[in-house]
């Protein structure tokens, strides 16, 4: 669980207090605002790339895993104002050919977090990847359009191939909403939005405080079934706005 303050600085829970940097030599060109990847006990993270070209994200669990060490291996966005609207980007690459086929296999991979630790602000918005219904899918878990203050609702995406394309714009405030694109760039109609018309009042909700990109409190299953393998995070950009800016 990660905690922010209003500064938008990371404050990490007690499971993850001995986590260190483990920054790979490179000079490639690291996502505007993220910092040093973060990976602990059973995971590494690192940016990756050729020089002058843009940094990749690779999360790895070490070979030889227990299943009920921690794993975590992410890099953080932090806004330190705070913002109303957050749009997220980028790409993610998991292997196909593993058995990702349960819902007990599953790992947030994103998160856009608000600026008090207590819920329904703690996770605004936040993505994982798991096997539900045996194949593999990317969950949204969002405020429930019914309940916007405090209630969650889950989103499920079945996935093809190895490789996912996932756009979110959160927008905050009285006049909220999520849109979702998959396979698809933000300059095409969205693939979803929640609510699919009007809006939800998140005004109890904001600002929110920063991103959380990268594997992090994965199940037992999925560090069993990822043990010796790597997801690689590409095509990674974040836009934050302190107000409201239509994209509608």
């Known amino acids: 669980m990660y905690r922010w303050?209003?500064?938008?600085?990371?404050?990490l829970g007690v499971a993850l207090i001995s986590l260190a940097s483990t920054t790979a030599a490179q000079n490639c060109v690291?996502?505007?605002g993220f910092g040093e990847p973060l990976g602990g006990y059973t995971a590494t993270a690192a940016w990756e790339g050729n020089a002058g070209e843009a940094c990749t994200l690779r999360a790895e669990f070490l070979a030889g895993s227990a299943a009920d060490q921690v794993s975590a291996a992410f890099v953080t966005h932090p806004f330190p104002g705070g913002a109303q609207q957050v749009r997220l980007r980028f790409t993610l690459d998991y292997d196909n050919q593993i058995a990702l086929n349960s819902v007990l296999q599953q790992a947030p991979v994103a998160t856009i977090t608000g600026t008090t630790y207590a819920p329904p602000s703690a996770r605004l918005l936040y993505?994982?990847?798991n096997g539900s219904g045996g194949t593999p899918k990317l969950t949204l878990v969002h405020p429930d359009p019914a309940s916007p203050p405090s209630g969650s609702q889950a989103t499920t995406i079945s996935l093809t191939g190895s490789t996912v394309h996932v756009g979110l714009d959160l927008q905050l405030g009285v006049n909220g909403?999520?849109?979702?694109w998959i396979d698809s760039d933000f300059s095409n109609p969205p693939t979803g939005r929640i609510p699919a018309a009007g809006h939800m009042d998140l005004s109890a909700r904001g600002p929110a405080a920063g991103v959380v990109l990268g594997v992090f409190s994965a199940s037992?299953?999925?560090r069993e079934l990822y043990n010796g393998m790597d997801i690689v995070f590409r095509d990674i950009a974040v836009t934050d706005y302190l107000l409201r800016s239509d994209f509608e």
């Open 30 to 32: 690291r996502p505007d």
């Open 177 to 180: 909403y999520i849109r979702y």
């Open 5 to 11: 303050n209003r500064t938008g600085a990371p404050l």
């Open 220 to 222: 037992s299953r999925f």
């Open 127 to 129: 993505a994982f990847l």
